[in-house]
């Protein structure tokens, strides 16, 4: 049988890429017989697998595995024909879209961008090859100024806030802030703690949610507020570098947040949050 293979070499294989730019890939075919063809293309390719849930009226959960593909832009390599026999080469310039998501590798949500391409012939299989693209989304410097932020909850006793110096954090930075909390009466606490977490959702049928706690620190062991004493604790948290940044599309989101705590015994925690930005590498210099 006749060997016939099909190779896609990028001109950044280690990249980075980032979204607006042009990857520039050349695919190489190698057919020891001639071949027909009914076209050949190559395509750029976001290429989506979530899972989801779906649970019946008597409460019974069955789990799914779906795989999407988005295709963002397309080169035509060759029309209908014949190709010899040989080693044949055809460019390609495919453009990354101006809000292309960055990719992510998660537990029940994952994404990449390929470069793939086909030769679709009528009398044998049709020989195809993919290169995946390694793209960056930096920030977009959206959220940058210095300032208090957060939603309290259950916290009557005192006034929470999280002050951070931006909401724009990049996978390997450290993220340095400050717990406010101002009291309005005398109450005690067992516990202060801070808590990076990640989240994962897949909204479709009866949607599906992972959260993971992605770094904790205690910022004070028992500790008695009371009125015109604010308090402040001072942390430092750092952002796994793993692939796993912020990002929407169509089937899955994920979001990252900070929470404070308060812990109280005999009566439920105290808790203020603030969710993050955290994105995958930083802009070109």
Not at 187 to 203: A, D
């Amino acid at each position: 049988m006749a060997k016939t293979s099909v190779q896609i070499d990028l001109d950044r294989p280690a990249g980075p890429y980032y979204p607006g730019e042009t990857v520039q890939a050349t695919i190489t075919l190698q057919n020891e017989k001639e071949l027909a063809v009914r076209g050949a293309s190559a395509w750029l390719v976001l290429r989506e697998e979530y899972k989801y849930v779906r649970r019946s009226a008597k409460g019974h959960v069955d789990r799914y595995t779906e795989t999407v593909e988005l295709r963002c832009d397309q080169a035509d390599l060759v029309g209908e024909g014949t190709i010899p026999a040989g080693t044949h080469t055809y460019p390609a310039s495919l453009r990354l879209p101006d809000d292309a998501v960055p990719p992510y590798s998660g537990k029940i949500t994952k994404n990449r961008w390929l470069v793939r391409c086909k030769f679709d012939s009528p009398k044998a299989f049709d020989p195809e090859a993919e290169a995946e693209v390694p793209l960056i989304v930096p920030p977009p410097g959206r959220n940058v100024q210095p300032g208090e932020v957060g939603e309290a909850q259950r916290c009557d006793e005192a006034e929470l806030r999280l002050w951070l110096p931006r909401l724009e954090w990049i996978e390997g930075e450290t993220i340095e802030g400050k717990l406010l909390v101002r009291p309005r009466e005398n109450f005690s606490v067992s516990e202060v703690r801070l808590e990076l977490t990640r989240t994962e959702y897949v909204p479709r049928a009866s949607g599906d949610t992972e959260s993971r706690a992605e770094g904790k620190i205690k910022l004070a062991d028992k500790v008695e507020f009371w009125p015109a004493h604010p308090a402040e604790y001072p942390f430092s948290l750092p952002v796994p570098r793993q692939g796993q940044p912020s990002r929407s599309t169509q089937f899955s989101a994920v979001t990252w947040s900070l929470t404070a705590t308060l812990a109280r015994r005999l009566r439920k925690d105290s808790e203020i949050s603030a969710q993050i930005e955290v994105y995958n590498g930083p802009a070109p210099a």
